[in-house]
């Protein structure tokens, strides 16, 4: 058989394939110089990428004022994102800490590339992962920037805390205050609000019930959203309010994780007075921060006992209504009874008179008739009491339209309660 000869004329060999490379930028802090320096990185992996004829920019990916040793950040996400969708064919970075400290994220990442056929070039340490000894290098190096993250961490507790120790504060930005040139001035609007939060809750009212009524009455959380029950609580037991900064109420676990924890007593806290001007003042700060604690510890979020006297009570001399505040003598606690103005130092009364809840409950028992204090007849009966301020004296204005005047002795009420006038000025 006669063999057949074809002469395949040759053709233009095919163009390689140009690889897409893309490159990963952080700083770790969102300071004015790290910023830029993130900037000069992007504009260098933009020139150096392009310069290479076998090369196809296909970005930049750059994360600013992130951490390294978190996997979490958005743009190292959006990298990842990309690889996995096949955009990128190899990936440039700087240093082995600028991709990752933790030596685990590091290495679960240069694993999922190389299964996906990604290099990655550290240009620093000279190491393509795809290459033989590039895993057992990055695996070493990674556990030194691992360690030089741990140790950096170290030194910036150790530096805050040594602040802490000599009252340094550095001035932040909370509901009530507004930062000018550095310092904490109240927010007037705002601070308004703290102290009407604070008088809803000695009134009686839980965190839950003030958050209710915020958003009820559309006003936004320091977020922008909803108020919370938490949010509440944090804001009306933080020192700032009064004027005083606590350092080291919550502090961080470890370098890798970062997760903010209360301190419970784990570490020492340092509490520096007079940092700022307070929205309230230091005593009415403390009475809510015991009245915070008396519930937590009873369980009660209101006093039963005290609660018929809510919204009952108004001072002669401004008019603003009292509330209750827990007191204690010879261990055994008691209610009182305060003027709003005189609790918060923001009004001139403080000659106003606080009254025990003891005097109160005996007054009305006196002139309601009745032996045993009752709540439910004293509601039905009693419109609002008076207290006054030139004598102790309490003025009952009954809903029938009868005033009665009740003088009391400061101590040992129960010995001396009695009705010392009776009007019936606006008979109904």
């Known amino acids: ?141 990674a556990s030194y920037a691992q360690e030089e993250s741990r140790s950096a961490s170290e030194n910036v507790k150790w530096r805050k805390r040594n602040d802490m120790k000599t009252g340094k504060t550095k001035p932040i930005k909370i509901f009530g205050y507004d930062m000018v040139d550095g310092k904490m001035v109240i927010n007037t609007e705002q601070a308004a609000l703290v102290r009407q939060m604070c008088e809803w809750y000695m009134s009686g009212d839980g965190t839950p019930a003030i958050a209710k009524k915020l958003n009820a009455m559309g006003i936004p959380s320091p977020s922008g959203k909803k108020w919370g029950s938490a949010a509440i609580h944090r804001m009306l037991t933080n020192p700032k309010m009064c004027g005083d900064v606590l350092h080291q109420r919550q502090f961080v676990t470890d370098h890798i994780s970062k997760r903010l924890i209360k301190n419970r007593g784990e570490l020492p806290m340092y509490l520096i007075e007079g940092t700022h001007e307070g929205i309230v003042s230091k005593e009415y700060f403390e009475t809510v921060k015991a009245e915070f604690a008396r519930r937590s510890e009873t369980g009660n979020m209101r006093d039963l006992e005290g609660l018929p006297f809510r919204q009952k009570l108004f001072c002669e001399k401004c008019g603003r209504k009292y509330n209750r505040k827990p007191n204690c003598l010879h261990g055994e606690m008691y209610g009182e009874w305060a003027c709003w103005g005189r609790m918060s130092r923001l009004y001139d009364c403080n000659d106003a008179v606080i009254v025990r809840e003891r005097t109160l409950m005996l007054a009305s028992e006196i002139v309601l008739g009745i032996e045993k204090f009752d709540s439910e007849v004293f509601a039905e009966k009693v419109e609002r009491i008076i207290v006054h301020t030139s004598a102790l004296h309490l003025t009952f204005i009954m809903r029938d339209g009868r005033e009665v005047v009740v003088s009391y002795r400061k101590f040992k009420p129960w010995r001396e309660v009695k009705i010392i006038e009776e009007s019936n000025s606006n008979p109904r």
């Open 1 to 141: 058989m006669e063999r057949i000869v074809k002469k395949i004329e040759p053709t233009a060999a095919a163009l390689p394939k140009r690889k897409r490379v893309a490159a990963y930028a952080r700083v770790s802090l969102g300071k004015e110089h790290m910023l830029h320096s993130l900037a000069a990185q992007v504009s260098h992996y933009n020139k150096y990428i392009q310069s290479k004829a076998e090369w196809e920019f296909a970005g930049v990916y750059a994360d600013a004022d992130e951490t390294g040793t978190k996997n979490d950040r958005a743009e190292f996400q959006r990298l990842l994102a990309d690889c996995r969708a096949g955009k990128i064919d190899m990936v440039v970075v700087k240093t082995i800490s600028r991709l990752a400290r933790n030596t685990v994220t590091l290495l679960e990442t240069v694993r999922e590339l190389k299964d996906l056929s990604i290099d990655v070039f550290f240009e620093e340490q000279n190491i393509n992962s795809l290459s033989s000894d590039g895993e057992l290098m990055l695996s070493i190096l």
